[in-house]
């Protein structure tokens, strides 16, 4: 069993209930999520490096995706016993891609480490953020209006909004929201 602050009073009203011979069962489901819970923010906190894809913190980060998917099959009559479909994509994005972000980092840079209290969403905040600003607040863009602001924001522009929380603009050569106007190589130096 996890032993953790967090689990201190549920485990501790448990065993209250056991011994005023009362179902204390019931807390089994709460006290096995709550130390899964305990178990990824202390994971995502920890400033200590991964250097290894065996490595136990993501050990834990497995069993809480198995728990998962074994508590969404347990309630797979009744959907309404498990949390939203909303928060499931979260949760799968969250383990799922954290573990491939690892194994391809370590795999592609065997000496590299990777501290997981830094891992953060800023990068993918910015970029929608920017997608925002250039379709204009439109919340349904064409395909063709989505992949040329794809195209601007991938050919280097720069952060350009002021209210992102990952960076300051910078002056760039590029127009808001456009491909460049001048040829990005102009010949010289070319093969």
Known sequence: MC???????????????????KDGSQLDGIIVLLCH?????QLF????????????????LDEFYRFLIEWREETSQKNSNFV????????????LGF?????????????????PALVNQDC???????VRLCNGQNNNPTYVKQQSTQNSIRFGQTTISRKS???????????????????????KGML
């Open 3 to 21: 032993q953790t602050y967090s689990l201190f009073y549920p485990q501790k009203y448990q065993d209250d209930l056991t011994a005023n011979s």
């Open 37 to 41: 819970t305990s178990r990824l923010i």
């Open 45 to 60: 906190n920890d400033k200590l490096p991964i250097a290894c894809t065996k490595d136990q913190r993501l050990q834990h």
């Open 84 to 95: 939203s479909a909303k928060l499931w994509f979260d949760l799968q994005c969250m383990c």
């Open 99 to 115: 573990r491939a972000m690892v194994a391809t980092k370590l795999t592609q840079f065997p000496s590299s480490v990777i501290k």
């Open 124 to 130: 993918v905040e910015n970029h929608f953020c920017q």
């Open 165 to 187: 929380n990952v960076g300051n603009p910078s002056v760039s050569s590029f127009s808001s929201c456009s491909l460049p106007s001048n040829a990005v190589c102009s010949g």
